[in-house]
């Protein structure tokens, strides 16, 4: 494995990714706008119901882990199914699946370089001020270290159920669709919408047997320090562990079947 | 050249519906998982209302059945946007290869034509979701029925709805000044999200922005008074007929201005 081919890929993705500032300042604006209709709803929402804590959750929880939760989902969308689909579409697939690397892989690298920029530009400044509106009610000590590693294994996850769900792009002539409920079920059943401690208590179990809890809700336990006990933590992270290894192994195989599958008509 | 009347272009629309739909139904399983798609998104829009509102039984002193009501208000007022103006998220495209092109040389208004080519069925999901909503927290509100109550209903959410039709054909009108278009008209795209809050939980300053700079509160909070809360009915909500149809005219110049403004790539 020689690490220079994949990190010029990366370089790559950052040089891309920097071209189009006007998107990350309209995207800036337009995540801006959404925490300011959160901020105040669950503000409204927690002066209505007159407790401090609901679900053991207080305001300021609430508020870092939607804030956080947001900044995730733009740190991680990376718009795979939509690539995937195109290229099975017009047929550019088969410039993926000739060069030497795994279609996977490659994919994978060439959008690396964002998650450097994604992480600088958006992540890690949100954060900051987060801590700071709500004076520091993110504890920073190991709970950081758990939270970024909990984010790694996560963007994985996320990648891996983008790719199944860009493969069904082989059998159907629709990505829109699709898409479109990939996202609706991830968001909602990992928590990014709604904290999953809000959820009621049958629903919530159904969605802890999920894949979908470790992207989101995952990292943000971890990072908001519910969980002290190195053994919690452990366990936790295990989880999410097994998550990625079933789904890497579930998309590895769909790819592996379907691909027999693709026609391109001509050139 | 002469001006064509009303009735000429009701004939044309239902001549290129026609045609839009015949097309449509020769990619059946995209049709159907398009709608399949909206149906989810529908879905779990209602269920992240109701998780919410199992949590805290009032908002800011707006109960369940109102939200309700301003949460099927919101989705009604929506829907022409979604199945008219659909043609708005390709003119991107039109424009950057050129084929925006063919429009400009038809002797009917250039407006009409391109928004009249796509009309996207499956918005019609959405219609019912929302007509839902209304009537059954009607019902649960004990609003009692008049004729006129339907009168105002329907032109208020006729009203209502060109805000939404404003806020998208401004916002896919920036392509023909800037690149990368997509996030602007994205950004409009989510704005629909939070149509469904009443006004009264942000502050003074943001009241302010989402009812003059970015008109949100007109898709579904002040037209939806007039029905609602018949006692305290804003001014604002009297006038809002007039603003739905100010801002559509606002939008509907900035798209004929760039439309005209537009001089091909050549090809």
């Not at chain 1, 987060?130 to 963007?155: D, K, Q």
Request: with cysteine; aromatic share 18%.
């Amino acid at each position: 494995m020689n690490p220079k081919k994949y990190l010029t890929l990366t370089r790559m993705g950052i040089m891309e990714s920097l071209q189009f500032r006007m998107s990350t300042v309209i995207i800036f604006v337009g995540n801006l706008l959404y925490l300011i209709v959160v901020y105040f709803l669950w503000k409204a929402i927690y002066a209505s119901s007159g407790q401090e804590v609901v679900n053991g959750m207080t305001f300021s929880d609430t508020l870092i882990y939607l804030v956080l939760a947001t900044a995730l989902f733009n740190f991680m969308e990376m718009y795979t199914v939509w690539q995937i689909g195109r290229a099975i579409q017009s047929g550019s697939i088969v410039l993926y699946l000739l060069k030497p690397m795994e279609i996977r892989r490659y994919i994978f690298m060439e959008y690396s370089g964002n998650f450097i920029v994604n992480f600088f530009a958006t992540l890690f400044p949100t954060f900051i001020v987060v801590n700071i509106v709500t004076h520091g009610a993110v504890p920073l000590g190991l709970n950081l270290l758990y939270f970024v590693v909990s984010v790694v294994i996560a963007v994985m996850i996320n990648y891996n159920i983008d790719f199944f769900v860009g493969t069904i792009c082989l059998y159907t002539e629709s990505i829109w669709g699709i898409n479109i409920m990939k996202q609706v079920i991830v968001l909602l059943l990992s928590g990014a919408t709604i904290p999953l401690a809000f959820f009621p208590e049958s629903i919530r179990n159904i969605v802890n047997w999920l894949p979908f809890q470790s992207i989101y809700n995952t990292p943000l336990t971890l990072l908001l320090g519910k969980t002290a006990d190195i053994k919690d933590v452990a366990v936790i992270l295990g989880t999410q562990l097994f998550w990625f290894l079933a789904t890497y192994a579930v998309s590895k195989l769909f790819w592996k079947i379907s691909l027999p599958q693709i026609t391109v008509n001509g050139g | 050249m002469k001006r064509k009347g009303l009735l000429f272009y009701a004939r044309l629309y239902c001549k290129i519906l026609a045609q839009d739909l015949k097309s449509k139904m020769s990619y059946r399983a995209d049709f159907i998982i398009s709608t399949i798609g909206m149906i989810f998104t529908n879905i779990a829009g209602f269920i992240s209302f109701w998780i919410l509102f199992r949590n805290f039984s009032t908002i800011n002193g707006w109960g369940y059945y109102e939200m309700l009501f301003l949460y099927g208000f919101s989705l009604v007022s929506l829907t022409p946007a979604q199945c008219f103006f659909d043609n708005n998220w390709s003119l991107r495209q039109y424009v950057y290869t050129g084929d925006f092109i063919k429009y400009c040389f038809r002797p009917i208004n250039l407006f009409f034509y391109y928004q009249s080519e796509v009309f996207d069925i499956k918005g019609l999901g959405q219609l019912a979701f929302g007509l839902a909503m209304i009537i059954f927290s009607w019902i649960k509100l004990g609003l009692g029925f008049t004729p006129l109550m339907l009168i105002k209903l329907v032109i208020f959410l006729i009203t209502a709805s060109l805000v939404m039709i404003a806020l998208q054909t401004a916002a896919a009108a920036t392509c023909f000044w800037i690149h990368n278009s997509f996030f602007v008209l994205d950004l409009a795209f989510r704005f629909k999200d939070y149509a469904k809050y009443p006004i009264t939980i942000f502050s003074k300053v943001f009241r302010f922005v989402f009812t003059f700079i970015m008109p949100i509160a007109f898709i579904a909070y002040y037209p939806s008074l007039v029905i609602l809360r018949p006692d305290e009915v804003e001014l604002l909500s009297w006038l809002s007929p007039l603003f739905g149809i100010a801002f559509f005219y606002i939008a509907y110049r900035i798209w004929m201005y760039g439309a005209m403004k537009y001089s091909g790539t050549g090809s």
